[in-house]
């Protein structure tokens, strides 16, 4: 098993450039299914949960290729419908093939997806949506087998604004006969992203950012070039490392906006920040202040995919913080691991309690998830002495060699195994 060893202590200082953000890519990728003509991706970074999406599509039929920072998508020998089922328990994003097939051949074998294990994610708002669709449905043992041939427009409000299910049905409707409606919809940067790939291959869909999206169904899309938007969350990484350990840390190639619950929060924590159209620097030269309270929520909240990170941040700022996870249950899992390095944090429920210590001090802990486990390398970086951590696997699902871009800010990251 991959680890990571940290010799911490370190202030960071540097400047790094954001590539596109996973959680734009995945979809897209997905959505390039829905044309037989090819597409080319740009500026997209080499991370397991990518890799793994690629190796599904191919299974499909797909070719896929890469040079350099650029995917080239070929689906115009799409033979198989059905999702490798050894494949699917690997990602969680396997899940939007279900649209784009469905749009594409109106048929659909899918395994309950696999991925981080942060809470219970229910698959019910995507399936209730495709149903109003037209869809058939029936699930039975592990898989998911749609009948899309009476697939067609339909209003659909969704109970709960699910980034996923957004996605999937605009997804599904794009070469759905008729006009969708999507109520309740997500408002992620990245439902926009999709919206735009869309629409460069020459479908209709509007509104995304708005809460209500509408897509007209076309008979065919063509294939495109397309650059999707920088990662937010592994900017907002960065950020929040820079503010834990100290230093002075530029990112370009952002989009501020995306970044805005998270740059209000470090605002007041006796950090500056410089914010430009597309370039962040922070300077932070002694301890953070204490957030009074952050409560994660759906966008343009703040991300529950930042929440960890931040708990780093608040253990070692002035004061006490309260954080409230209101999306996924059992994000606070790196609360042990924390606690292993010194940190003073009371969970209760979904609640934690973080008190300000002054450091940290390096000890072996375990990533049990993506997010959690990069906040584990800011704790690390952050901590006096050595911190070894296993699971690094976890990690690399959303970061390129975070190892490399800790080292490129003056942080000492190794790899081992």
């Known amino acids: 098993m991959s680890r990571l060893l940290i010799k911490g202590g370190r202030p960071l200082c540097g400047e790094i450039r954001i590539k596109a953000a996973k959680n734009a890519v995945l979809p897209i990728l997905a959505a390039s299914l829905l044309t037989k003509d090819p597409c080319e991706i740009c500026d997209v970074p080499a991370l397991a949960d990518i890799s793994n999406m690629l190796r599904i599509m191919q299974g499909l039929g797909t070719n896929c290729k890469r040079e350099e920072d650029v995917l080239t998508v070929r689906s115009d020998d799409l033979t198989s419908y059905s999702v490798p089922t050894d494949l699917a328990k690997e990602l969680r994003s396997s899940f939007f093939l279900l649209g784009p097939l469905l749009g594409r051949m109106r048929r659909a074998v899918v395994a309950y997806p696999g991925g981080c294990d942060i809470g219970v994610r229910p698959l019910d708002i995507h399936l209730k949506g495709l149903r109003e669709m037209g869809v058939a449905i029936e699930e039975s043992h592990g898989n998911i087998f749609c009948d899309g041939t009476r697939l067609r427009g339909a209003d659909v409000a969704l109970d709960f604004p699910s980034v996923g299910a957004t996605e999937n049905l605009m997804m599904a409707a794009a070469l759905a006969e008729g006009t969708t409606r999507i109520s309740n919809a997500a408002k992620e940067p990245e439902i926009t992203d999709l919206q735009n790939f869309i629409n460069a291959m020459g479908g209709k869909v509007g509104g995304a950012g708005s809460g209500k999206i509408v897509v007209e169904g076309r008979a065919s899309l063509h294939g495109c070039k397309y650059t999707p938007i920088p990662d937010r969350i592994v900017a907002g990484t960065l950020l929040i490392a820079g503010a834990t350990c100290g230093g002075d840390v530029c990112i370009t190639n952002v989009v501020p906006e995306h970044l805005e619950p998270l740059l209000f929060k470090i605002n007041k924590s006796a950090c500056f920040l410089d914010v430009r159209s597309d370039k962040i620097t922070l300077s932070c030269h002694g301890r953070p202040h204490h957030f009074d309270k952050l409560e994660t929520q759906p966008y343009p909240g703040f991300p529950t995919d930042l929440q960890s990170q931040a708990m780093v941040m608040m253990s070692v700022a002035e004061g ?24 003073s944090i009371t969970v209760k429920d979904r609640t934690a309690v973080v008190r300000g210590v002054k450091g940290l001090e390096g000890a072996s802990v375990s990533a049990g998830d993506l997010r959690g486990g990069a906040a584990l390398v800011i704790a690390g970086a952050k901590a006096e002495g050595y911190t070894t951590i296993d699971g690094a696997r976890y990690i690399d699902r959303g970061y390129e060699s975070i190892e490399k871009t800790f080292c490129a ?7 081992l195994g």
Do not use: Q, Y
Request: aromatic share 6%; proline share 0%.
């Open 409 to 415: 800010l003056g942080a000492d990251v190794k790899r």
């Open 320 to 343: 006490t913080s309260v954080i409230v996870e209101n999306i996924f249950e059992t994000r606070f899992r790196i609360v042990r691991e924390l606690t292993k390095m010194g940190a």
